[in-house]
């Protein structure tokens, strides 16, 4: 899971240095499969088929302003001011690593901003909650609760997941919930953790390809996500490059913060 979530995390920071007007989310899809196959790794969203769906036909989710999440790749350039939800998975050795993260194109709204820097600080509170003997819930409750501060729509619809050999396995992790509810985290579970906020209502629909979910009042969403790792001494982010990891977790970074 370390192996693989490092990869992923690899081509996340490289398609984020793609983001600029003008490019196209088929080019940025392109880039992401090659990374992927070079790394030794399968594009788990390419051919996945969630019961009663069309297969997913792309390496990566691109989704749009208004896109949620699942959105399709296409040749329309991207524009100064839009946002871009990027989601992706590869599987390596038989274990998935699933990562998300709102990208700006250009320069953006403060209103954008706000929303994307709030989303990412839900990702990291939530990931805090991932304490062994803590339970499901209280990752909920910690999206939830810094997401209201601010009114933003929070997306029921749709959830993190329990991630493993397989992309999606129990449990579900909703982005609201109340403390020391649903199940108890132990060591050794990986999750996916990933808030989708809006800048409106939480509400959702379906397009007409099956797939991409927009927000119901056309208002933009922003998306990120994180594979982490429930050790006895409590979370480590997995879908980090060696460069972050080091940041993060090193004995300098540890004295720094304290």
């Known amino acids: 899971m370390r192996a693989v979530g490092e990869l ?3 081509v996340r920071e490289a398609l984020r240095a793609m983001v600029v007007p003008g490019v196209t989310t088929l080019e940025l899809n392109a880039a992401a499969e090659k990374m992927m196959r070079d790394g ?6 390419i051919g996945y088929k969630p019961h009663g769906m069309v297969p997913f036909p792309y390496a990566i989710c691109a989704s749009v302003n208004e896109a949620i999440v ?17 989601d992706m998975a590869c599987t390596l050795d038989g274990f998935v690593g699933d990562t998300a993260t709102t990208v700006p194109v250009g320069r953006i709204s403060d209103e954008l ?54 992309m999606h396995e129990a449990p579900q992790i909703p982005n609201y919930g109340r403390q020391g509810t649903r199940e108890k985290i132990r060591p ?29 009042d056309g208002k933009s969403s922003a998306h990120a996500e994180h594979t982490i790792a429930v050790t006895a001494d409590g979370p480590e982010i997995l879908t980090l490059t060696k460069e972050q990891k080091r940041a993060l977790y090193s004995p300098q970074a540890e004295t720094a913060t304290a």
């Open 8 to 10: 992923i995390a690899e």
């Open 40 to 45: 030794g790794s399968i594009p788990t969203f």
């Open 113 to 166: 901003a706000q929303l994307v820097r709030v989303t990412d600080e839900c990702l990291a509170l939530g990931i805090e909650q991932c304490h062994p003997n803590n339970r499901v819930g209280d990752i909920g409750w910690a999206v939830q609760s810094h997401a209201e501060k601010y009114g933003y729509g929070i997306v029921r619809d749709y959830t993190g997941h329990g991630i493993g050999r397989r």
């Open 70 to 86: 699942h959105g399709f790749s296409n040749d329309t350039p991207l524009r100064e001011g839009d946002i871009l939800s990027l």
């Open 188 to 216: 050794g579970y990986c999750f996916a953790i990933e808030p989708m906020l809006n800048l409106g209502s939480g509400g959702t629909k379906i397009l007409d390809d099956g797939w991409t979910v927009v927000t119901s």
